[in-house]
């Protein structure tokens, strides 16, 4: 029988958001299976295996819906799959052949010979003498078109000086690169500086500086095409350091989002969190300033979550909150803290602030109503930004969304399967534990909970805490998945404990 597409969407979205990555995937695996040519659902898939840490099969899927548009000839979106998966996996060889293909039909000559060198280096490493051959023949063939004479004279769309740059002349393609800017000849120039970099990486100052000049000119776009060159050279390097670097020097110039969200990735990428906190600070004022309350609250409440006491991020979330039309939380008597630290046990600070904000919520009139609008909102945008990946985005949302009580108790359980998922138990069985203490949406999603929180205490090794909670759910749901087997197991091994 034919897999129902829509429905098999809606599971996986529904799986998806109980944090139950496997269970999604099987069953876009299925849906595929049924529908090989669900190009959409292929690539779909390749994302959840990027999140699952599975590279080899998140590849598969990128590669496998790039081929296909490479034989319809649609060159553009075959590149963009095919660096997709680069990004997974820098070494993949079909993918880097691939690319070369595309440069050198597109006429991008010095980016199909940066492929080429790129994959001739992986296939000696690799003892291939038969593919480093291959590689060098194509090399020499794109070398000769370098060197063919120049045409007659006649029409043609190349300006004076990319026709006059030689193409193994770092300064003066340089040179040629700012005539053509300066005529307005992007393309051409990008070309160039692309070469510039290939040739001689030691260039990257000059080109850094020829971007930052073009955004005090005001010229932001120019300027962060660029930006994009000198930074993706720097990665293709392994030099993380100088990507960051390049990025931070373009944001001290002009406040520009994109170059924001690309220093944000980079710096996620890198492992580095005091840059990563600053460029996050930020991108939040400049959502604020451009009105994007959603945008800078879930960005503000990340900064929050990693540094409580920071005033500065506080007066951030304050300004979301007021974008968002909902009161900010009063101000403490200590100086303005948004939060009040409470008496008791950790943790304490999501419930500090969850108190704050259900009185802000309050003073909103009606308050049922835009309270619950507002944590469906933050709610749903935390599943768009889990289905594309945005770990970290996704889960300030949903801490966003357990401080709205129409949402606080499916946000707090997705969040517990979350930490679960990502190794971290402690964080993950707090936050189920405060979903398990709600009312849940519905009697399955109370019993998944408090099954998800069990599985979470045995793996922490608290057996007894697990145990207990699994004889509670079989009183209240006898039959349920496999919960007598395991009060067995359990028992069985605690009674083996006592023995001994």
């Not at 997709?84 to 199909?112: F, M, N, P, W, Y």
């Not at 900010?328 to 009040?340: I, L, M, N, Q, R």
């Amino acid at each position: 029988m034919p897999t129902d597409r829509e429905a098999a969407l809606k599971r996986a979205e529904k799986l998806l958001r109980q944090g139950k990555l496997t269970g999604a995937i099987e069953e876009y695996v299925r849906l595929i299976e049924d529908q090989p040519r669900d190009w959409n659902a292929i690539n779909a898939l390749g994302d959840l295996y990027v999140r699952a840490g599975d590279a080899e099969r998140a590849v598969a899927q990128f590669t496998r819906v790039a081929d296909h548009l490479f034989g319809e000839g649609f060159l553009q979106r075959a590149a963009a799959l095919y660096k997709k998966a680069l990004k997974v996996q820098g070494q993949h060889e079909h993918t880097l052949s691939q690319l070369a293909d595309i440069a050198r039909r597109q006429g991008v000559l010095v980016d199909a010979k940066a492929y080429l060198r790129h994959l001739e280096d992986v296939r000696r490493r690799r003892g291939d003498d038969g593919g480093v051959e291959e590689c060098q023949a194509r090399l020499r063939a794109l070398e000769e078109v370098l060197e063919e004479p120049a045409s007659p004279p006649g029409p043609s769309s190349e300006s004076p000086a990319a026709a006059a740059a030689p193409s193994d002349d770092p300064g003066a393609l340089f040179l040629a690169a700012q005539e053509e800017l300066a005529g307005g000849s992007e393309p051409h120039a990008r070309a160039m500086l692309t070469r510039v970099l290939t040739l001689d990486p030691s260039r990257h100052d000059q080109v850094l500086e020829l971007a930052l000049g073009l955004a005090r000119d005001g010229r932001t776009d120019s300027a962060f095409g660029c930006i994009d060159l000198v930074t993706d050279a720097a990665l293709l390097a392994g030099d993380w350091q100088r990507a960051i670097e390049a990025l931070q020097a373009f944001v001290g110039v002009v406040r520009h989002v994109p170059a924001l969200l690309k220093l944000v990735e980079v710096c996620v990428d890198a492992g580095v969190d005091a840059p990563l906190r600053a460029a996050q600070a930020t991108l939040a004022d400049a959502y604020l300033a451009g009105g994007s309350g959603v945008e800078a609250r879930v960005v503000a409440e990340d900064l929050l979550e990693a540094d409580p006491d920071n005033q500065a991020h506080a007066e951030r979330l304050r300004r979301a909150l007021e974008l968002l039309g909902v009161a900010p939380p009063p101000a403490s008597t200590s100086g303005g803290a948004v939060t009040e630290p409470t008496p008791g046990p950790p943790p304490a600070r999501p419930e500090t602030i969850e108190v704050d904000l259900t009185e802000a919520l309050a003073g909103v009139g009606p308050a049922p109503s835009q309270a619950g609008g507002e944590g469906a909102d933050l709610y749903d945008r935390a599943v768009e930004l889990l289905q594309a990946g945005r770990m970290a985005g996704a889960m300030a949302a949903l801490e966003a969304a357990t401080r709205v009580p129409r949402t606080r108790v499916k946000a707090a359980a997705e969040l517990g399967r979350l930490y679960v998922e990502r190794g971290e138990l402690e964080r993950g069985i707090e936050w189920l534990e405060q979903a398990a203490d709600g009312p849940a949406a519905s009697p399955d999603e109370g019993l998944a909970v408090l099954y998800d929180l069990a599985t979470a205490l045995e793996r922490l090794g608290e057996p007894a805490r697990a145990l207990a909670i699994l004889i509670d759910l079989d009183a209240d749901a006898g039959g349920y998945r496999d919960v007598r087997e395991r009060i067995e197991q359990l028992a069985r091994a605690q009674a083996g404990s006592h023995g001994r």
